[in-house]
């Protein structure tokens, strides 16, 4: 079955450096998109970033353009959202997420809390 698996979070001061992991099985992760999603307390889910199959192509929300990035390494079947420069704002739980067969799949999460 699809399990998608985040890591990486924590507490992180805010100008602070992060890298998320996610890593995939179950399904060819070579053959699909990826995407990052976030959700604050309170706030709605909101797409982060997405990367193509092959990685050749990403797109990103306004808000973290010029500090994250996101790529995914196919043979580790890994998905990664390096973040910078991090605000109080990106206090979130961050998960990944395919669309695979029809279904939408996601992962547990990892918490990523910026703060002094």
């Known amino acids: 079955q699809v399990q998608l698996v985040e890591s990486g979070g924590g507490l992180v001061q805010p100008g602070g450096s992060l890298r998320l992991s996610c890593a995939a099985s179950g399904f060819t992760f070579s053959s699909y998109a990826m995407t990052w999603y976030r959700q604050a307390p309170g706030k709605e889910r909101e797409l982060v970033a997405s990367i193509t199959s092959t990685g050749d192509s990403t797109n990103y929300a306004d808000s973290v353009k010029g500090r994250f990035t996101i790529s995914r390494d196919n043979a580790k079947q890994t998905l990664y959202l390096h973040m910078n420069s991090l605000k109080p704002e990106d206090t979130a739980l961050y998960s990944c997420?395919?669309?695979?067969?029809?279904?939408?799949?996601w992962g547990q999460g990892t918490q990523v809390t910026v703060s002094s």
């Open positions: 997420n395919t669309y695979y067969r029809r279904r939408s799949y």
